[in-house]
């Protein structure tokens, strides 16, 4: 067993029953011409935790923790959008309009992939997910059910939707969730800390808050 140093107190988990997933590192959310940007957003606060992120993804690897990358992406028929996700906000482009990166949110396309610093390796799970949450419309439940997977170190972003969305399934169905603060970002600073303290709210109520480098002081503890 390893225990990190978390907050609102520590954190005990077993590496080989543990799994990292990292939510939606996609061109689409950290590059410009991209979803976020169509929203307005200042994507380069979201490229800032690519390095971050990448120590998560090799502290993983060199610990033989268990790999979950997923990915916002619609069908290129839209069947699995619901019309009122792509109604949202009146964007043009929006979601499955041509952008230049290619159809927005759509599966197939240049920016539905996940950025080429944070790639997958051959063999790590790639999750395709049509909603904010990764559990919704996905196998995500069967394969960690699989491989008896209890725990969940979760980074990614943005903190208060995709992210926030995954914990709060996750904790409803039993796994104790790790946010790691720096590996996960939102378009809008107050939401994120907002996010952290919530979930670490009222004794963790959805989860456990630390930083990459406590995750890593746990892994290397003897
Ligand atoms: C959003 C996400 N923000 N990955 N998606 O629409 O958080």
């Not at 907002?194 to 456990?208: E, F, H, K, N, Y």
Request: glycine residues 10%.
């Amino acid at each position: 067993m390893k225990s990190v140093d978390a907050r609102p107190y520590p954190y005990p988990f077993d590496p080989r029953h543990t799994a990292a997933v990292v939510i939606d590192m996609q061109r689409d959310f950290l590059e410009p011409g991209g979803f976020g940007a169509a929203l307005g957003n200042d994507v380069s606060r979201l490229a800032a935790i690519v390095p971050a992120v990448g120590q998560l993804l090799h502290l993983c690897r060199t610990h033989q923790i268990a790999l979950v990358h997923t990915r916002e992406a619609h069908l290129p028929d839209l069947s699995d959008c619901p019309k009122s996700k792509r109604a949202r906000g009146h964007l043009s482009p929006g979601i499955g309009d041509r952008g230049p990166l290619g159809r927005i949110l759509v599966d197939g396309e240049p920016g539905s992939e996940i950025v080429p610093e944070l790639a997958p390796l051959p063999g790590e799970y790639v999750l395709r997910k049509p909603g904010k949450g990764a559990f919704y419309g996905t196998e995500l439940m069967a394969w960690l059910a699989a491989r008896q997977i209890t725990h969940l170190l979760v980074a990614g972003v943005t903190t208060e939707v995709c992210v926030q969305s995954t914990m709060r399934e996750a904790n409803d169905r039993g796994f104790d969730c790790l946010l790691l603060e720096d590996a996960t970002q939102s378009y809008f600073a107050e939401f994120k800390e907002a996010t952290l303290a919530m979930v670490r709210a009222q004794g963790g109520i959805v989860g456990w808050t630390a930083t990459v480098s406590e995750l890593r002081r746990a892994l290397e503890a003897a």
